[in-house]
């Protein structure tokens, strides 16, 4: 996962530099104000005085001195245990704090953290009692502002109430970053135009970094406050491929920024303090982007994957990401649902159910015995009520999962310490068995369960996580039975992710997590209640006006795990899961008479002669790519090519219409009508409109001159699947079982009025077509269905002429072969599996024969 290839990026970075330091010294909600250069000096003026070089970071509620020295250990004093601040030596300096004028500084204090001592990661050593360390700058004239400002960071962690520390420590951030701006000499090029200029924070898991945003005409930038961990950080453009409106704290306040097409893991995430500004930096980048693709709906992503486009896993990562889940909030950290039960045999059966999680009850419902325990709890609990005291993802069971390549996040979690080692990480099949029977327990999964990287089930770090009851170490994670290896067990989780039964199932899981049983009284029928506080809409805590109340509200909010953003309203559709034959039948095509639409005594693919298979194969052989451009995101559905060569118009699930030029070689155009897939194009005759079809029931004309939608047909009740045209009249094709034929389309089409549509004919079928074709004469019209089936249409009378269940599965595509005499020659394309399988089928007026050879191009 992206979140592992960033620690491990981070970690060789570090390694590279030998700095130790990071954000996650810090406590939570803390802030990096500034550093210098220093000496730490022990024993001063004494023989044995010593002098040590570092760095001395000033930071909200800390200060920390790192070495430059990797053998010694990182230093951190919280300014709350400090008895005394001022200048080394300075009279009266210990009874008021008084400002300081000359000298080193003086810290003294009753406790101090030791951290990464070898750099090596520990839980924190800590030394209590009476102490004094000085430290002194390279630079003497800024001890005065030094002390100046330890003065006032330790006078607001002193303060009584924690509402009132957090108000004067923002106050602090806020006047920092009212009096610098953004340094406008860290643009990459002098020609940028300045556009925006406002405060924000970058977050990263559990730290965020205040600072400057600034955008130009070419660029982002972020610079921090602080210079860490460089000066600035700079995005272009127009290698932006997503962004994201986030939610940060139940706050619409978050920006997320993508330079990757499927990656979970993002550049840059951005949390603003001001919502208007979050939205106008959003609003430039979207409408500057030609490449920017709208928002996607949940509903697009639900019609690819029933159809099969999408996998479980691709399909759940989408979900998360809809529903503000990021890898950089840890709070909202993506969710993945456990969907093994068995955890113990010696080999894993996927073709049984029993192997599998009932996927239609929360976690905490799958016990009966403490699922009883827990309602009777909640009879008895005054409003509001909630079943559970915990949630099923949190900043704390991420990490526990995470803890083997994120030690240095689990000890700033735990304030330095690891848990205890029989709590921790141990098992596959403890953890299982724990979220079963567990009073407080009801964890799901993180995405790392499905994926490829081994890296959280194994100490490689060989970080001394402590002894287990009996003695036994805390090292690699183990493994069920079933699996021979890390490897094996992520393929053989992602193989029971995507097997048979968890796509007949997610649905009810998707109801749970991101649907209609979130909430409301379905949510209390489903035994699916949390904590109000981690629901969107929960609390609103710009009305809530006791300062210590609204940090407590928000640090439980950031703590305790928040439930997704509720995507749907209604019951999630299944998965439409086709019982196909395999592979090695399909290819033969060789299955029974009862299975197979093809009939005893038929010829299949292996009867067709060696002279023909070996024409065939030649012929393939002979295909060279010339070129090759990548211009969409997803799968391409269709293409059209301007008479004289110079434009290619393609169309794809990603929503967009792009306008291809091969004399230029760049991309020219990029609209998106809807946010849902477009399914096919075609070019008007003159080159001036093109036809687009879309999962949203639409047909869109859309002007090259005038580069706007012209026309929106909404010419059916499902999907529009393709469409053809043929003079002056449009035939569509749709998933609501009907192809339609249309009068009122001009090849002249202008932009300068809308047009009548009217339906000539309407075809009717029985299940969802998924592709048509015309031939040469516009005479005859071939419609190919969901399950196989292909009909022959007269045009001329609207009525059937031959219908042929031929295939097990989705008819991809069709066509006429140009210069048949008697007959009409077809090639029907049949997806199955990941494998197209081509058949070549002669059609005579009455009769049907099976060609013995397949022609290719």
């Known amino acids: 996962m992206a979140f592992i290839r960033k620690k491990q990026q981070e970690q060789q970075l570090q390694l590279y530099s030998k700095e130790r330091f990071s954000l996650l010294l810090l406590n939570l909600e803390e802030y990096y104000f500034e550093q210098h250069a220093a000496h730490h000096v022990q024993h001063k003026g004494s023989q044995n005085e010593r002098r040590i070089r570092g760095s001395l970071k000033i930071c909200s509620k800390s200060v920390i001195f790192e070495p430059d020295t990797i053998s010694q250990p990182i230093i951190k004093i919280p300014l709350r245990d400090c008895m005394k601040i001022g200048k080394h030596g300075e009279n009266g300096a210990n009874r008021h704090f008084a400002k ?22 520990a839980p924190y050593k800590i030394e209590r009692g009476k102490m004094e360390y000085v430290f002194e700058l390279d630079v003497s004239g800024k001890v005065d502002d030094v002390v100046e400002t330890l003065l006032q960071l330790h006078r607001a962690s002193c ?204 976690v905490g419902a799958l016990n009966k015995e403490r699922l009883q325990r ?28 995470l803890v083997r390549i994120a030690p240095e996040h689990m000890l700033c979690l735990q304030n330095g310490r690891f848990d205890n080692a029989d709590r921790m990480f141990n098992s596959i099949a403890e953890t299982w068995k724990n979220c079963l029977d567990g009073a407080t327990d009801f964890k799901e999964l993180i995405p790392e369960f499905y994926g490829d990287d081994v890296s959280f089930l194994v100490n490689s770090l060989k970080l001394d996580l402590g002894k287990r009851q009996g003695g036994q170490p805390v090292d690699d994670v183990e493994l069920p039975p079933w699996a021979q290896s890390p490897q094996d067990f992520l393929q053989k989780s992602r193989e029971a992710l995507e097997s048979t039964y968890v796509s007949e199932h997610l649905h009810e899981w998707i109801d749970l997590v991101f649907g209609y049983k979130q909430k409301g009284s379905e949510a209390v029928g489903a035994y699916n209640v949390f904590h109000p506080l981690t629901y969107e809409g929960g609390v609103d805590l ?19 795990g928040q439930t997704p953003k509720q995507l749907f309203v209604t019951p999630h559709p299944r998965r439409i899961t086709p019982k196909l034959k395999s592979l090695s039948q399909t290819s033969s095509y060789n299955a029974s008479a009862a299975d197979s639409p093809v009939s005893p005594g038929e010829e299949s693919f292996e009867d067709l002669t060696e002279e023909s298979k070996t024409l065939a194969w030649n012929n393939i052989a002979k295909l060279q790519l010339h070129e090759q451009y990548k211009i969409h995101k997803e799968a391409v559905t269709g293409i059209a090519v301007s008479c004289n060569g110079s434009s290619v118009f393609t169309t794809s699930q990603d929503s967009t219409l792009k306008m291809f030029s091969k004399e230029s070689k760049t991309l020219q155009r990029s609209i998106s009508f809807s946010n ?10 003159g080159d001036a409109t093109v036809i687009s079809s879309s999962w949203d029931n639409n047909i869109y004309f859309y002007s090259i001159a005038f580069g706007r939608c012209q026309d929106t047909l ?20 749709s ?16 932009g300068t009025r809308r047009h009548q549509f009217d339906v000539m004919a309407e075809l009717e079928h029985d299940v969802s077509v998924d592709t048509i074709s015309l031939n040469a004469a516009s005479t005859l019209l071939v419609s190919g269905t969901r399950e196989g089936t292909v009909t022959i249409w007269d045009l001329t009378t609207a009525t059937v002429l031959h219908q042929i269940p031929c295939h097990s599965g989705i008819v991809c595509d069709t066509a006429f072969s140009p210069g048949a005499l008697s007959g009409m020659e077809i090639l029907f394309y049949l997806e199955v599996s990941l494998v197209n399988c081509l058949f070549g089928t002669f059609l005579e007026e009455k009769s049907v024969r099976k060609s013995r050879a397949i022609k290719v191009l």
């Open 374 to 401: 827990l309602l009777t709890r909640y009879q008895e609990m005054p409003e509001p009520k909630f079943m559970y005291g915990s949630h099923y993802s949190s900043p704390g069971y991420v990490l526990f999962y």
């Open 676 to 685: 849902m897939a477009l399914s096919s194009c075609l070019l008007l005759p």
């Open 735 to 750: 998933w609501d079982s009907t192809v339609k034929v249309w009068s009122g389309i001009s090849a002249e089409m202008t």
């Open 159 to 362: 303060l009584d109430k924690l509402g009132d520390q957090t108000a004067m420590i923002t106050a602090i951030l806020q006047s920092r970053l009212a009096r610098t701006s953004f340094d406008k000499n860290r643009f990459q090029n002098v020609s940028e135009k300045l556009h925006m200029e406002c405060k924000a924070e970058m977050v990263t898991p559990l730290v965020t970094n205040p600072g400057h945003v600034c955008i130009t005409d070419t660029s982002l930038y972020f610079q921090p406050l602080n210079g860490y961990p460089k000066p600035v950080v700079q995005i272009t453009l127009q290698d932006v491929r997503r962004i994201y409106k986030r939610r940060h704290g139940l706050m619409p306040l978050g920006l997320e920024v993508f330079c990757t097409e499927d990656d979970l893991c993002s550049d840059i995430y951005l949390k603003f303090y001001d919502p208007q500004d979050r939205d106008d930096l959003y609003f430039y980048i979207a409408t500057y982007l030609e490449h920017h693709v709208a928002e996607r709906t949940a509903e697009s992503y639900t019609l690819q994957w029933q159809r099969g486009h999408l996998s479980n896993y691709q399909y759940l990562l989408h979900l998360n990401n809809l529903a503000d889940r990021s890898c950089s909030d840890l709070s909202q950290y993506p969710v993945f649902p456990w969907v093994l039960h068995d955890f113990s045999s010696a080999e894993l059966d996927l073709s049984n159910p029993e192997t599998f999680r009932d996927l239609s009850k929360p």
């Open 542 to 560: 710009n009305s809530i006006e006791d300062p210590d109340e609204k940090v407590a509200m928000l640090t439980q909010i950031l703590e305790f």
């Open 100 to 121: 300081a004028k000359s000298g080193g500084i003086s810290l003294i204090f009753s406790q101090v953290y030791f951290i990464k001592e070898h750099n090596i990661v």
């Open 714 to 733: 909404m010419g059916h009740d499902d999907a529009v699947s393709e469409i053809c045209w043929h003079d002056n009249r449009l035939y569509s094709a």
